[in-house]
């Protein structure tokens, strides 16, 4: 008992990392990227996605995970938002740019990907 005790007090001052992931459909090679605030976040997402209940997030990937099964998918982190001490630093803003960055460089749209577009 001691041991899951500790284990817990590990996990609970684990630092809170945020930036871009990716998931990847290694069977027909398309991306999905998206960033989180935490990454811890990613255990319930993927979790959203087995139990079939993610799809209004994006009703492709969905249907491609039920469809595949997990085994097909990776979720990868592609970068870790570096946080400042400037007291001006938006850790909000600061993950739109990032994912941003990560959408231009990989054009995971259409048949390359699950993102859309987003409107200007």
């Known amino acids: 008992m001691d041991r899951k005790k500790e284990l817990k007090q590990i996990y609970k001052e684990m630092p809170i990392e945020g930036g871009v992931y990716q998931i990847k459909n290694n069977q027909n090679g398309k991306v999905f990227i998206g960033s989180t605030r935490n990454f811890k976040t990613l255990n319930g997402l993927k979790f959203s996605l087995e139990a079939g209940t993610a799809s209004p997030t994006n009703k492709e990937l969905q249907e491609d995970w039920s469809y ?8 990868d ?34 048949e390359s990907g699950y993102n859309k577009k987003k409107k200007v």
């Open 68 to 75: 595949y099964g997990a085994d097909i998918f990776s979720i």
């Open 77 to 110: 982190i592609l970068e870790t938002l570096k946080k400042k001490d400037d007291p001006y630093f938006n850790e909000k803003e600061a993950l739109v740019e990032l994912e941003d960055k990560w959408l231009e460089q990989l054009q995971p749209y259409e």
